[in-house]
């Protein structure tokens, strides 16, 4: 008997932000473990509970699986959300790889040097409007479906909006270029389980402050 | 009709050496199109052909995929080395994950600054045996199996292998604590296919010296 997936992160975006995403978009209930201090920490690498003394770590169907990137494949796989085939799974997961890097790019801002900090935001912006946004408006639309993959909902989506709506919070006019990612967004924003997530009292994490930061280092460094 | 997959990077190993062992182990021919200079780069992505501007690239069954990840699991999935379900899949993921982070460590470990690399050996040696060699030495010993996952050969164990030949570049006797991962090291070494892989000729890249390190800095501009 398998209960509701556990995840064990701090209570913060980080890498488990799009595990969360993909969990509510298919409709999953699930708990939360958060590490407050760097104890908690140690108590769940002394308890052996994390393969490679990393979180995240997700509790589900009897595993403890760590590693976001094999986490987001075994739920996508496990609720239909990865393609019907070995293409449609490697164009959702060449989408998805790419979106997980600007999500690191998006991720390590605020734990820039002061003096960096300008730049890497240019950078932010130069690579989410030149180099990935405009790979998902073509695809939108050369096909012109729905969806990213398949004409069918998948990890890729829900991946996208994630990512959409973090780059908003950096400037919230990037997606002034691109009228179909508008529209994707409302669209995919719109989905019930997803609708239900981007509303207030979801487990959705907000964006992290710099005055967060400090708390977060102890714990991980 | 499919031709050999066709892979586009540098003479170097970076991130398209473990597309190269899994090919090879899965007994894959392929051709190679090296990016000599900074144009060569360029015309790629005049050419429209990077998906996002970057390479590995590797044309597979009329696809142009880009991205590691994506195209290891493409080809692990293809050649059923990925496991018989959703479980054992997840834990290959996991093993390669953790095989990746540390490789990913010695990769960079050429580019860092001169005063910093003694450090970060250092922090690939004690990664090595304290965080990630232990693991795959105790999922060995626990179900005595040849291979790591499903008692059969997959995706894990080429990169672990791949893992373990790097980490001995930088530590010879970095299995000295080890026994099952050199008996592992031993025993996948010579399954046919890998044997073929390890012997001069192959396609196998060697490791990055000085002088490519300051080729690869003018191709990608870092």
């Not at chain 1, 209570?11 to 969990?23: F, K």
């Not at chain 2, 005063?115 to 965080?131: C, Q």
């Not at chain 2, 980490?167 to 006797?173: G, H």
Request: proline share 5%; charged share 25%; aromatic share 10%.
């Amino acid at each position: 008997m398998s209960g509701k997936p556990k995840l064990h992160y701090t209570n913060s975006q980080g890498r488990m932000e799009s595990i969360r995403w993909l969990l509510a978009a298919a409709g999953v209930e699930f708990e939360e473990c958060f590490l407050e201090t760097k104890d908690d920490m140690t108590k769940l690498r002394e308890d052996g509970s994390l393969l490679f003394q990393q979180v995240p770590m997700v509790e589900i169907d009897g595993m403890k699986m760590v590693q976001t990137r094999a986490i987001l494949s075994y739920i996508a796989a496990k609720y239909n959300l990865y393609g019907k085939d070995l293409k449609e799974r490697a164009l959702i997961d060449m989408y998805v790889e790419a979106l997980l890097d600007l999500n690191e790019l998006l991720m390590t801002h605020l734990i820039q040097p002061a003096d960096k900090k300008e730049q890497h935001f240019a950078t932010i912006v130069d690579k989410a409007t030149n180099r990935y946004f405009p790979v998902f408006e073509k695809a939108l639309k050369d096909h012109g479906q729905d969806f990213l993959v398949g004409n069918k909902f998948s990890k890729a989506d829900v991946q996208l909006l994630e990512i959409l709506l973090m780059a908003e919070e950096y400037k919230s006019d990037i997606l002034a270029q691109f009228p179909l990612l508008q529209s994707f967004k409302a669209r995919i924003s719109n989905i019930p389980t997803i609708k239900k997530f981007l509303q207030p009292g979801s487990p959705r994490k907000p964006p992290l402050q710099e005055k967060d930061v400090p708390k977060l280092m102890k714990i991980f460094y | 009709m499919a031709g050999k997959p066709k892979l586009h990077y540098t003479k170097g190993r970076g991130k398209m050496e473990s597309i190269r062992w899994l090919l090879a182990a899965a007994g894959v021919e392929f051709e190679e199109e090296f990016i000599e200079t900074k144009e060569d780069l360029e015309k790629l992505r005049n050419d429209g052909v990077l998906l996002f501007q970057q390479v590995p690239m590797v044309e597979i069954d009329g696809m142009k995929m880009v991205q590691t990840r994506a195209i290891l699991s493409y080809i692990a999935a293809k050649y059923n080395l990925y496991g018989k379900d959703l479980k054992e899949r997840a834990w290959i993921d996991m093993y390669v994950e953790g095989t990746t982070d540390l490789m990913g460590m010695i990769m960079y470990l050429p580019f860092q600054p001169a005063d910093t690399k003694e450090k970060n050996l250092a922090l690939i040696i004690e990664r090595a045996t304290t965080r990630y060699f232990p693991v795959y030495e105790k999922a060995l010993k626990e179900h005595g199996h040849d291979y790591l996952v499903g008692n059969k050969l997959s995706w894990a164990d080429i990169h672990l292998l791949e893992a373990i030949l790097m980490t001995e570049e930088c530590k010879p006797d970095i299995l000295s604590a080890f026994p099952l991962l050199q008996a592992f090291k031993g025993r996948i070494s010579n399954i046919p296919t890998i044997k073929k892989f390890l012997q001069p000729g192959s396609q196998r890249k060697p490791p990055t010296n000085e002088q490519f390190v300051a080729v690869v800095r003018k191709i990608f501009n870092i």
